[in-house]
């Protein structure tokens, strides 16, 4: 599933890309500075709009068929970047040790929603910016809702673990973080369950 992934997931998502998400993406990660490390970076299409100008860059991806995609995107693009296959439940970097994170469709499929977002907030230093742009669960009570409800459990298994009905924005709350700004906007293009989304910045306060 992983190899059917990576193989397909750039083309797949291309359409989207185009409609909003290369737009978004610049927007978010123009601003990044100091040492960034992004979570579950897939393929790497968020290389472009990340600055070059950082002190450090480390990107994730523990499956290993995006990891590859990732590693020769790295050097096509001749970026300084650390890559590692760490998951976000277990991130294997000191406390404090980042000014910014980055997660961009991740945190619709790792394992706990909870414990990434805990390892976030540990490895952020005081006042670092969490940036994100996720699909999540359309509002309690819509019909799109309903329809996301009766196809999660089919759709968590075909799409690599990914959950259509998280409340995320809530669960960045509860973890401790201070929303900067916030947006809640339909993915264009994408397929219908997957198009509520939510992107900004929050911060771990001081």
């Not at 797949?12 to 490390?37: K, Y």
């Not at 401790?176 to 509520?196: H, N, Q, W």
């Amino acid at each position: 599933m992983g190899y059917f992934m990576a193989a397909i997931y750039d083309g797949f998502m291309d359409a989207t890309e185009q409609a909003c998400l290369r737009d978004w993406r610049a927007q978010l990660l123009a601003g990044l500075e100091g040492d960034v490390l992004e979570l579950g970076a897939g393929t790497g299409v968020n290389l472009e709009h990340l600055p070059r100008q950082l002190g450090r860059l480390v990107l994730t991806e523990p499956d290993r068929h995006m990891r590859a995609k990732l590693t020769a995107r790295v050097q096509r693009l001749g970026r300084e970047a650390e890559v590692s296959g760490a998951s976000a439940v277990a991130l294997p970097f000191e406390d404090a040790s980042f000014d910014a994170v980055v997660s961009t469709l991740v945190l619709c499929s790792v394992p706990s929603l909870e414990q990434s977002l805990a390892e976030v907030f540990r490895v952020l230093r005081p006042g670092g910016r969490f940036v994100f742009l996720e699909h999540v669960g359309a509002p309690r009570g819509t019909s799109r809702r309903r329809i996301q409800g009766l196809v999660d459990p089919f759709w968590r298994h075909a799409a690599g673990g990914c959950r259509l009905i998280r409340d995320t924005e809530r669960a960045i709350l509860d973890a401790g973080f201070e929303l900067d700004a916030v947006e809640r906007e339909s993915m264009r293009k994408a397929l219908a369950i997957v198009r509520p989304s939510i992107r900004g910045v929050a911060h771990r306060p001081s």
